[in-house]
């Protein structure tokens, strides 16, 4: 047994065990931390199967921004929201203990029954490199061959947004203040995380990265902001914002639409796809990033008020 | 640099950087109350981290890469730093004193 599989074989004890004392924590607390560290374990296992773009999203936008949100929501609900609805007297409790081993099962057994791939996928990918406009194959993949899927995610993370302004009640949040260190650390860290948003963002179109993990390094920023004090919780969206949150998809749109008249939809003309693909990225890492950081302000206005500042 | 010499400086720097982090593992785990072990794991972070990125840094494939490698450690120890002294004093405001030893009490 080498060193590599031993490491694999504790990784994946490390994601059940974390999942475990998270789904088994005594309070709400404990299990939102649980949560992080689960989403931690599940960065390195992706880092191990070669796939460091899901690796980066996960680590970002799994354990850090979902980690926050959490967090947030314990904060607001109290510590113990929640604890009567699925603890260990639940009645529900045998018949989920029977059922996931079972769905664990038919998951293994579908795995190794998947019918044999008539289309090697990688090795399209790879053939048609050179009409995506980038050199990274998971951005061709993403932006350019299955576009439309991309263009439905930003959809859906935008209707998200929407439900939630509908559900938040507005209140003007009272300028907090918080620590000489934390506010020292936001002022610091923001323009680096600004500049690695932008990195990320640039290095998507020939190595992991693109605009997902940058606009989730643009909301941990304004998260980062808004926790010490810099940033006021945002109440109802004005003209800018609005703009700023629905530009990603518009600008995808209008590039999708484009080439309606001749072709089907989302074909770029391969001498500007390059071009295309950067313009959608800018557009979706900012538009994603206001997104992804108005999930955190937009629901935080009460919260804070509530804190006793100390 | 030859190449050998370098694995040679970055395994040393490596097994420096894994044994702060065991002592820090060892720190959390055995350490009384919460400041102390927050003092364990701040070593870790800072000294631990700190040699892993240079006996990475050694290893890279160009300068460019090895900057970005130590580009992580000032950020690290920054955040780091930041988040021991909030936990603390987030402690402190929860009314949990500070651990004393026994003849001291």
Do not use: C
Not at chain 2, 62 to 89: E, F, H, N
């Amino acid at each position: 047994m080498n060193l590599a599989l031993v490491f694999d074989l504790l990784l994946a004890l490390m994601l059940l065990w974390s999942a475990w004392r998270a789904l088994a924590a005594p309070n709400a607390t404990r299990a939102v931390v649980m949560f992080i560290v689960f989403g931690l374990f599940l960065t390195l296992a992706w880092g191990r199967l070669d796939a460091p773009d899901i690796a980066l999203a996960e680590a970002a936008i799994g354990a850090g921004l979902t980690g926050a949100l959490l967090l947030d929501a314990v904060r607001t609900l109290g510590e113990s929201a929640g604890a009567d609805a699925g603890g260990a007297r639940s009645p529900w409790r045998w018949p989920v203990l029977a059922f996931s081993p079972l769905l664990a099962v038919i998951l293994v057994v579908a795995v190794l029954e998947a019918p044999q791939q008539l289309v090697d996928l990688p090795a399209v990918v790879e053939r048609n490199m050179g009409l995506s406009g980038v050199t990274h194959p998971v951005t061709a993949v993403l932006l350019n061959f299955r576009g439309y899927d991309t263009l439905l995610e930003v959809a859906v993370l935008l209707a998200a947004l929407f439900g939630l302004l509908a559900l938040a009640q507005g209140a003007a949040s009272a300028a907090t203040r918080e620590s000489f260190l934390l506010h020292t650390l936001a002022r610091l860290a923001t323009p680096p995380m600004i500049v690695v948003a932008g990195y990320l963002l640039w290095a998507g179109a020939h190595q992991p990265g693109g605009a997902f993990q940058a606009a989730a390094v643009l909301a941990a920023a304004a998260v980062l902001l808004h926790l010490a004090g810099l940033l006021p919780a945002w109440v109802a969206p004005g003209r800018l914002l609005r703009l700023g949150l629905a530009g990603g998809l518009l600008v995808f749109l209008a590039v999708a639409i484009l080439p309606l008249a001749h072709a089907p939809l989302l074909t770029y003309p391969p001498a500007w796809a390059g071009a295309l693909i950067l313009l959608v990225e800018t557009a979706l890492t900012v538009s994603l990033g206001l997104v992804l950081a108005g999930l955190f302000l937009f629901l935080s206005g009460r919260s804070l008020r509530d804190e006793e500042t100390r | 640099m030859p190449d050998s010499a370098r694995e040679f400086f970055s395994a040393v720097f490596l097994v420096i950087g894994a044994f702060f982090y065991l002592a820090g593992t060892v720190g959390l785990l055995r350490f009384p109350d919460v400041y102390t072990r927050l003092h364990a794991l701040t070593k870790a972070d800072n000294l631990g981290l700190g040699f892993l990125v240079l006996g990475l840094a050694v290893q890279a494939e160009s300068l460019a890469a090895a900057l970005k490698l130590l580009l992580i450690w000032p950020l690290t120890l920054a955040a780091s730093a930041t988040v021991g002294y909030l936990i603390a004093r987030r402690a402190r405001a929860l009314g949990i004193s500070p651990w004393l030893r026994p003849e001291d009490r």
